[in-house]
């Protein structure tokens, strides 16, 4: 009884474990199709209209996404926070690093910020409230929280201390900069590999220093 008993108990345990992995490989099936990671991602300078109609242009490359990522000073609570803002020209329409709304307005209205749900959390902030951005030119705005949204790119607020927005590009004109992108998220044909991505990351590169901008990160 007590040797059908463990295999029992060794099958059950078996199953559980298999289980968990079929569980957390759905989870993480279901976070790659949400936010459709990009094979590679870069920070540079600006890049004009011209500049990202040649990068898209570059064999290997199946979508080229350009958005304009910015760090303000968040002033809430009496608190002064780091924000990174992302403004793009269409959430709705984006295919890679996707961005999920979850309560209030979508996509970000003119004049109002959305937070990513696990910053409004980090910053103790509810929907409505209003905050002051400020630029690091000394620019200030006052925003109101008009939603949250999901975003599984970037590193989890509570662990990074760094926030994270969602804005209009005309909004991001209001803080005093200028809407040229500066971060560019690619993704490559079907069936390509880590060093395909590699190959194709670094001849974007070499476009875009041989332009006379700078390459601040790329992963």
Do not use: K
Request: proline residues 7%; charged residues 20%.
């Amino acid at each position: 009884g007590l040797v059908v008993l463990s295999i029992a108990i060794g099958v059950t345990a078996v199953g559980t474990v298999v289980g968990a992995r079929a569980l957390m490989g759905d989870a993480l099936a279901t976070a790659r199709e949400q936010g459709r990671f990009p094979a590679a991602t870069l920070v540079t300078d600006p890049v004009d209209p011209p500049l990202l109609a040649r990068l898209r242009a570059f064999p290997g490359i199946e979508a080229l996404e350009a958005r304009r990522l910015v760090s303000v000073r968040m002033d809430a609570h009496g608190q002064r926070l780091e924000l990174t803002l992302t403004a793009a020209p269409s959430f709705e329409s984006a295919r890679l690093a996707r961005i999920r709304p979850e309560r209030g307005a979508w996509p970000p209205p003119e004049g109002g910020l959305l937070l990513e749900r696990d910053s409004l959390a980090a910053a103790g902030l509810r929907l409505e409230e209003v905050v002051r951005l400020t630029a690091p030119g000394g620019t200030s705005r006052i925003l109101r929280v008009e939603g949250t949204a999901h975003d599984v790119t970037p590193p989890s607020a509570s662990t990074s201390g760094v926030l994270s927005g969602y804005v209009t590009p005309g909004t991001l004109r209001s803080l005093g900069y200028a809407s040229g992108p500066n971060q560019l998220h690619i993704a490559l044909a079907e069936g390509a590999g880590r060093g395909d991505a590699r190959l194709v990351a670094a001849s974007v590169r070499a476009e875009i220093e041989g332009s006379g901008r700078a390459v601040l990160a790329a992963t």
